[in-house]
């Protein structure tokens, strides 16, 4: 992993000296590598296994060094500037360049709150038989009211836990027993193409995993924490640590929903049709299996999604708040929270099956995510944002490319938008 240009105690010589070190940073690394497998990536991952196999195993494999790049680059940036993206964004490019990624932070996170918020009534669904129109407004209220009335800090200590539910996708892929010489081929030799499906699912699937939104609560969450700066290499760590540990779990769901699905040309339209994905670990639980995953996934998603929505609109406006203040100490920070999941719900209301909107937030995500990725890598240079710890060059030129990949996806993608038959 690349380091800043300056550390005051080396990330291994400490680790020697102080075996438990990670232990005292460990958590919003965790946390936010496992709030992006949130149900958008479930449900955009199993859209992919159904409709392109294997095709996009080696995508996968290529975005986990890209997930901990964005990771490790976000946590410098909070650590060192002691404040979240939208702030620095602000301080140093202006209330124009504040605005545009505000804009862009807030779009991505309403569609993604909506479509998050269906994903756990769609949860419900599968574990009560009732339909999950009726549990989108509950979950949505009791997720607020925990928020505003409770403690951030203990919800946290629950939440870097949840990766471990996810666990039942890699023993699915096992027990499914796919062709696995045709798995590792896919893995490793990448396959292009330029039908509809591998553009969008390639889009869909750089923007549910590079979301903006995971990479902005790295920057917020790292802040909150205010650790010292001799501790910088420790922070990137668990930053990279929780985004590996989330990225092989993302692997294998598109592998057990291409060994389960795709191999049986089945497309994905419903919660339900994901579950089939489960089949081989959970038999007739199918069902039940999956829908405690994303139950689980929503509830870990939700507060994330709502909490960085008031942090960035805090932020840009200079409003005072956290997740750990009163709400009478921050009114505004906690309306802003409030009126985000309302807005969420509000996308609910469009009729759109749960399945459908969470990969059209992806595909959101993909287009607006090189944007605020740019500014990311413009502050991380920054002397005047970074000091003496700005990030080294080697990590600063992962970045860029991270950055231009995701851009050539958008791109390609709206072009074929555009011209559907072919330049």
Same mark, same amino acid.
């Given at each position: 992993?690349?380091?800043?240009?300056?550390?005051? %105690?080396? *990330?291994?010589?400490?680790?020697?000296?102080?075996?438990?070190?990670?232990?005292?940073?460990?958590?919003?690394?965790?946390?936010?590598?496992?709030?992006?497998? =949130?149900?958008?990536?479930?449900?955009?991952?199993?859209?992919?296994?159904?409709?392109?196999?294997?095709?996009?195993? +080696?995508?996968? %494999? #290529?975005?986990?060094?890209?997930?901990?790049?964005?990771? %490790?680059?976000?946590?410098? @940036?909070?650590?060192?500037?002691?404040?979240?993206?939208?702030?620095?964004?602000?301080?140093?490019?202006?209330?124009?360049?504040?605005?545009?990624?505000?804009?862009?932070?807030?779009?991505? /996170?309403?569609?993604?709150?909506?479509? =998050?918020?269906?994903?756990?009534?769609?949860?419900?669904?599968?574990?009560?038989?009732?339909?999950?129109? +009726?549990? @989108?407004?509950?979950?949505?209220?009791?997720?607020?009211?925990?928020?505003?009335?409770?403690?951030?800090?203990?919800?946290?200590?629950?939440?870097?836990? *949840?990766?471990?539910?996810?666990?039942?996708?890699?023993? &699915?892929?096992?027990?499914?027993?796919?062709?696995?010489?045709?798995?590792?081929?896919?893995?490793?030799?990448?396959?292009?193409?330029?039908?509809? /499906?591998?553009?969008?699912?390639?889009?869909?699937? !750089?923007?549910?995993?590079?979301?903006?939104?995971?990479?902005?609560?790295?920057?917020?969450?790292?802040?909150?924490?205010?650790?010292?700066?001799?501790? #910088?290499? !420790?922070?990137? #760590?668990?930053?990279?640590?929780?985004?590996?540990?989330?990225?092989?779990?993302?692997?294998?769901?598109?592998?057990?929903?291409?060994?389960?699905?795709?191999?049986?040309?089945?497309?994905?339209?419903? &919660?339900? =049709?994901?579950?089939?994905?489960?089949?081989?670990?959970?038999?007739?639980? &199918?069902?039940?299996?999956?829908?405690?995953?994303?139950?689980?996934?929503?509830?870990?998603? *939700?507060?994330?999604?709502?909490?960085?929505?008031?942090?960035?609109? &805090?932020?840009?406006? $200079?409003?005072?708040?956290?997740? =750990?203040?009163?709400?009478?100490?921050?009114?505004?920070?906690?309306?802003?929270?409030?009126?985000?999941?309302?807005?969420?719900?509000?996308?609910?209301?469009? $009729?759109?099956?749960?399945?459908?909107?969470?990969?059209?937030?992806?595909?959101?995500?993909?287009?607006?995510?090189?944007?605020?990725?740019?500014?990311?890598? #413009?502050?991380?240079? /920054?002397? /005047?944002?970074?000091?003496?710890?700005?990030?080294?060059? $080697?990590?600063? @030129?992962?970045? +860029?490319?991270?950055?231009?990949?995701?851009?050539?996806?958008?791109?390609?993608?709206?072009?074929?938008?555009?011209?559907?038959?072919?330049?």
């Amino acid at each position: 992993m690349a380091q800043t240009e300056e550390h005051s %105690v080396s *990330v291994w010589r400490l680790l020697k000296r102080q075996p438990m070190a990670l232990l005292w940073v460990l958590g919003p690394g965790l946390v936010a590598g496992a709030s992006d497998i =949130d149900p958008t990536t479930v449900a955009t991952l199993a859209v992919i296994g159904s409709t392109t196999t294997f095709g996009l195993a +080696w995508l996968m %494999v #290529l975005v986990i060094p890209m997930l901990v790049v964005v990771q %490790v680059i976000g946590a410098a @940036i909070g650590a060192v500037c002691k404040t979240g993206l939208e702030d620095v964004i602000r301080t140093h490019y202006g209330m124009a360049g504040g605005l545009l990624a505000l804009f862009l932070v807030l779009g991505v /996170n309403i569609i993604t709150l909506g479509a =998050d918020l269906e994903g756990g009534g769609a949860a419900l669904s599968l574990l009560t038989g009732w339909p999950y129109q +009726w549990f @989108i407004i509950p979950f949505a209220a009791i997720v607020g009211g925990l928020l505003v009335i409770g403690s951030y800090n203990a919800v946290q200590r629950v939440l870097r836990y *949840v990766l471990l539910v996810f666990l039942a996708y890699i023993a &699915a892929a096992f027990l499914a027993h796919p062709n696995w010489g045709q798995v590792l081929h896919d893995t490793l030799v990448p396959h292009l193409s330029f039908s509809s /499906n591998y553009i969008s699912g390639a889009l869909a699937l !750089l923007g549910t995993t590079l979301t903006s939104y995971a990479y902005v609560w790295e920057t917020i969450e790292t802040a909150q924490e205010r650790p010292p700066l001799h501790r #910088l290499g !420790l922070v990137q #760590l668990d930053a990279g640590l929780g985004m590996v540990a989330a990225g092989i779990i993302c692997y294998f769901i598109v592998v057990a929903t291409g060994a389960t699905l795709g191999v049986h040309h089945k497309t994905v339209q419903t &919660a339900q =049709d994901a579950a089939a994905a489960l089949a081989p670990v959970a038999g007739q639980m &199918a069902s039940v299996v999956f829908g405690i995953g994303l139950l689980a996934s929503a509830v870990l998603a *939700v507060p994330v999604l709502a909490g960085t929505s008031a942090y960035v609109m &805090a932020e840009a406006f $200079g409003w005072r708040g956290d997740l =750990d203040a009163r709400f009478s100490h921050a009114p505004a920070f906690y309306v802003a929270l409030l009126l985000s999941l309302t807005a969420g719900v509000g996308i609910t209301l469009a $009729g759109v099956s749960p399945i459908q909107l969470l990969f059209f937030s992806s595909l959101a995500a993909g287009l607006a995510t090189p944007v605020t990725l740019a500014f990311m890598m #413009l502050a991380a240079r /920054n002397p /005047n944002a970074m000091g003496k710890h700005r990030v080294g060059r $080697g990590l600063a @030129i992962a970045g +860029w490319l991270v950055t231009l990949v995701v851009s050539a996806a958008s791109l390609i993608y709206l072009l074929q938008q555009v011209f559907p038959n072919g330049l």
